[in-house]
């Protein structure tokens, strides 16, 4: 998704049905505040975010194609899409205890 979302490659999109389909998804991709995968706690840790040979806008394209293929409609797959996106962003606040065990967190820092 943040592979995807970030990169601007128009390679995959060539005149026939796949690529019209790739440019629906690309057209509500962009519609997410996605940033790119080094910038997530979530997706930063293993100190590695892209692997030699593997393209993840690739890959993420072939994962959206097969979700259509098994009957899942753009709709649920855009909503799938955003709740993936909050989770990262979630995954980004960092907070604090205020005091005892039932005393509200400060959010310390967004770290987007």
């Known amino acids: 998704?943040?592979?995807?979302?970030t990169s601007r490659s128009e390679k995959e999109y060539k005149e026939d049905?796949?690529?019209?389909?790739?440019?629906?998804?690309?057209r509500f991709?962009?519609?997410l505040d996605v940033s790119p995968a080094q910038k997530y706690?979530?997706?930063?840790?293993?100190?590695?975010?892209t692997l030699a040979d593997y393209d993840d806008a690739e890959e993420f394209l072939h994962t959206m194609a097969c979700m259509e293929?098994?009957?899942?409609?753009?709709d649920k797959t855009h909503t799938i899409l955003?709740?993936?996106?909050?989770v990262l962003h979630l995954g980004n606040i960092k907070a604090k205890p205020t005091g005892g065990p039932r005393s509200p967190c400060q959010i310390v820092s967004e770290c987007l």
């Open 1 to 5: 998704l943040c592979a995807f979302a």
């Open 17 to 26: 049905d796949a690529s019209k389909w790739a440019r629906s998804v690309r």
């Open 29 to 31: 991709v962009d519609g």
């Open 41 to 49: 706690h979530y997706t930063n840790q293993g100190g590695a975010v």
């Open 69 to 74: 293929q098994c009957g899942v409609q753009l």
């Open 82 to 86: 955003q709740l993936i996106t909050a």
